[in-house]
């Protein structure tokens, strides 16, 4: 049953509505989880640019940081590294991401501090925000104070190897809070300006792109058949990168938004990075169609709604939704 047809029919569900069997000694051919690590490893990590990943030499890059400063200074790779480094966790998203989209990924970032090189070249008072023009012809500017806030990283290790080609070699920016836009790659200058308007911006994207509140259901996939009768572990991940006190708790339904249960938050660490989750589903025997519906509820007390922003120019909202079959054992 579709939902649209369900909510023609809501009046008549709770006498015909199936409730969760008790199963005794079923055999728990339990699904994977998905995501199944906390950390996504190097190979499965989402990857999104305009155009091709742009392969360059840290023997000879350089990175001059230029625009409203005192000291005008050229980097070379050696410099960045011979820093004093910072180890944390990030999720990267992108704005564009289709609600439940896999455009979202986890991983562990060796790194400096980027208020740490904006220090050494003394902003004039007129500077406002950081340019950052990239190999590929990327550029996209974030505003002065996020750039001195101490959790906005240049990283130049990803998951405990150099950065690969494809994320950015040799550094990209971690911006925290904002989504995959304002998180450049293949940096190659630093451009400190009264303002500027960014590749995504001139195309019509939001040119803050703070990270929405977002859930994702892992397990199962669109259009799964479930067995009924046995239990199948309903899965997913969900992030605010820390825009609204990180993730308190994730809920599923398997009843059109009727009732909703508690999933599991099974693996976590700071609010930069997404929570996994997972709840256990006791499947009814009969075969039916069904959808299942996740939500996520931040520290703030925010919390997911079924009607919202679908993606442009802002980022998704919504909770997601997923239409699977049970099917007889
Ligand atoms: N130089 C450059 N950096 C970029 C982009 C780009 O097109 N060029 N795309 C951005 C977008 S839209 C996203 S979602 C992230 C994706 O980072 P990833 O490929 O490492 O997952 O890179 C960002 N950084
Ligand atoms: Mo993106």
Redesign the pocket.
Known sequence: MKRRTFIKLSAISAAGMVLPLQLEGYAAAKPLLKPSTLITPNAD???????EP?ELDAKTWRMPITGLIETQMTLRFADITAMESVEAMRT??????PIGTE?M?NANWKGVRLRDLIEKVQPKPEAKVVV?R???????AIPLKDAMHEETLLAYEMNGVPLPT???FPI??LNPGH?????????VNIHLAAAHES??EKRGWDPIANVKLATMIGTPSDGEEITGGKVYTVSGAAFDAGNHGGIKKVEVSVDYGQTWEAAEIWAQDTSLAWVLWKWDWHVPAEEDPVEIYARATANSGLRQDEIGIEVEPVGATPYHMIDAKIVEP
Do not use: M
Not at 179 to 187: A, D, L, S
């Open positions: 990590f989402y990857i999104l640019q305009i155009g742009v990267l998203k992108c704005i564009g991401d455009q990924s950052f990239c190999a590929d012809g990327y550029h996209t494809e994320h950015g990209r920016l989504y995959g836009t304002k998180n450049p790659k293949w940096i590749y995504w």
